[in-house]
C-alpha cells in the first residue's frame, strides 16, 4: 500500500487535533460546570447570537469522500524546490469515511494518469474548455485561472474526479507546501535512514547515506523527488515517489508519537499553528471544531484499520511516461460508491483465530 505527500501532512493535523481533544478533556474535567443553570436563568431572556455546537462528527452517521491536494507551487521566496510558472496539485488522494466510522479508506491519483478534464468556472466569470487526454495534476492548474485561485483550482480538481469516477467528493482539503515545510520545522525535523546517498539537481535534493535528521526544506525536496541517482530516482517514476511518500509518512508519524506533544503545550500550539496554516479547505470543513469532530469520531482506529491503496494503473502506450487507469479501477470506484471496503478481507489461516499483520519499520536505522 502507498500514500502520498498529501497523506504525510495530513497526518500531522489529525494527530494534534486529537491530542488537543485530550487536552481539552483533561482540562474541562478541572472545571466545576453548572448543568442546570439554565434552569434558574429562566426563558424570559435576550435571543442568543451565537449557538455552541458539540464537539462531535457532524458528518456522523454517512459516508464522507474528502479529496485532498497537495500544491506544486514552486513559488516560495528562496526558490529551494526550483521554479515552475503556475501551481499543479502534486499530490491528490481520496479520503473516504464509511458511513460506520470503522475504517479509513484512502486512495491515490498518480499525477500523471490520462484523464478527460470538464469545463470549469473561473473567477473571473470565465470558463475553461474541456480537454481530453491530460494528465490528472492539470486540472488544478487549468481551474486556478491567472489569479492562481485555490478555490476554482481545486473545484476543477473535484469536478474532472467526479466526471471521471463517478465518484462524488464532499469536501476537500489544498494542502500547501511551505506549510508543511514550517510544520516540519516547527516538529524538530524528521529522522530518516538513507541506505544510499540520494541526489536530484531538479527537486535540489542532496542527502548523504545513513540516518539524517530532514528538515522541511530537505523533506519537501525528498518529497518531490522524480529524477536522479539513489533511492530509485533514476527510474524517474511517479509511482516510485509514492512508495518513498510512504516512507516519509511512516517516519513522519513515529516522530510526532515520539514527541508526546500533550507533555508540551507550547510546542503543541506551534505545531496546531503550522497545521491550521498548512491547509485551506472547503467550507463544511471550515471550522476546527469539525475537524476535531472526525478526528474524535476516528479515535479508535488503528493502523489496522487503514487501506490505502493506488489506482490500478498501467503505462500509456501513446504518452511515454504517463499512465492510464485499468478496468481493475472500476472496482475501486464501485467499491466506494457502495460504501465497501476497497479490498475484500485475506481469509485467515485454518485454525487460527488471529491473523498477523506484516510490519514495515521505514527511515530507521539499523
Not at 488544478?140 to 466526471?163: H, M, P, V, W, Y
Not at 499553528?273 to 470543513?285: E, H, R, Y
Request: charged share 25%; hydrophobic share 35%; aromatic share 4%.
Amino acid at each position: 500500500m502507498v500514500r502520498t505527500v498529501a497523506a504525510a501532512v495530513i497526518a500531522v493535523p489529525l494527530f494534534v487535533i486529537s491530542a488537543s481533544l485530550a487536552t481539552y478533556a483533561h482540562l474541562n474535567a478541572n472545571i466545576d460546570t453548572a448543568d442546570d443553570v439554565d434552569k434558574y436563568l429562566g426563558t424570559s431572556r435576550p435571543t442568543p447570537t451565537v449557538t455552541a455546537d458539540p464537539l462531535v462528527d457532524g458528518f456522523a452517521g454517512k459516508p464522507l469522500n474528502i479529496l485532498v491536494m497537495g500544491i506544486d507551487a514552486r513559488d516560495l521566496d528562496d526558490k529551494t524546490y526550483g521554479y515552475v510558472d503556475g501551481q499543479r496539485s502534486d499530490s491528490t488522494f481520496l479520503v473516504h469515511l464509511p458511513a460506520d466510522r470503522s475504517r479509513v479508506d484512502i486512495v491515490s491519483v498518480p499525477r500523471d494518469s490520462l484523464v478527460d478534464i470538464p469545463s470549469c468556472l473561473l473567477a473571473d466569470g470565465t470558463k475553461t474548455a474541456p480537454r481530453t487526454g491530460e494528465m490528472f495534476n492539470a486540472s488544478f492548474e487549468i481551474g486556478s485561472g491567472s489569479d492562481k485561485n485555490l478555490t476554482t483550482a481545486a473545484a476543477c480538481t473535484r469536478k474532472t474526479f467526479e466526471q471521471d469516477t463517478g465518484v462524488r467528493t464532499d469536501e476537500h482539503v489544498v494542502i500547501k507546501m511551505d506549510g508543511v515545510r514550517d510544520v516540519i520545522d516547527t516538529l524538530g525535523g524528521v529522522p530518516f535512514c538513507f541506505p544510499e546517498a540520494m541526489d536530484s539537481p531538479k527537486a535540489k535534493l542532496h542527502v548523504e547515506a545513513g540516518k539524517q535528521v530532514l528538515d522541511g526544506k530537505t523533506s519537501i525536496a525528498f518529497l518531490r523527488a522524480r529524477t536522479g541517482t539513489g533511492g530509485g530516482l533514476w527510474i524517474g517514476s511517479d509511482l516510485g515517489r509514492l512508495d518513498r511518500q510512504h516512507e516519509f509518512l511512516v517516519a513522519l508519524t513515529d516522530k510526532v508519537h515520539h514527541e508526546k506533544l500533550l507533555g508540551k503545550p507550547t510546542k503543541l500550539l506551534k505545531v496546531l499553528d503550522q497545521a491550521t496554516k498548512a491547509i485551506s479547505v472547503s467550507p463544511g470543513l471550515g471550522d476546527l471544531r469539525t475537524m476535531a469532530g472526525l478526528a474524535n469520531g476516528l479515535r479508535g482506529i488503528d493502523g489496522d484499520e487503514i487501506d490505502a491503496i493506488t489506482v490500478p494503473n498501467a503505462p500509456s502506450t501513446t504518452q511515454s511516461g504517463r499512465v492510464v487507469w485499468t478496468s481493475a479501477a472500476d472496482d475501486i470506484w464501485k467499491r466506494l460508491k457502495e460504501d465497501r471496503p476497497l479490498t475484500d478481507p485475506a481469509p485467515k489461516p485454518t485454525g487460527s483465530t488471529h491473523t498477523p499483520k506484516a510490519t514495515k519499520s521505514a527511515g530507521v536505522c539499523g
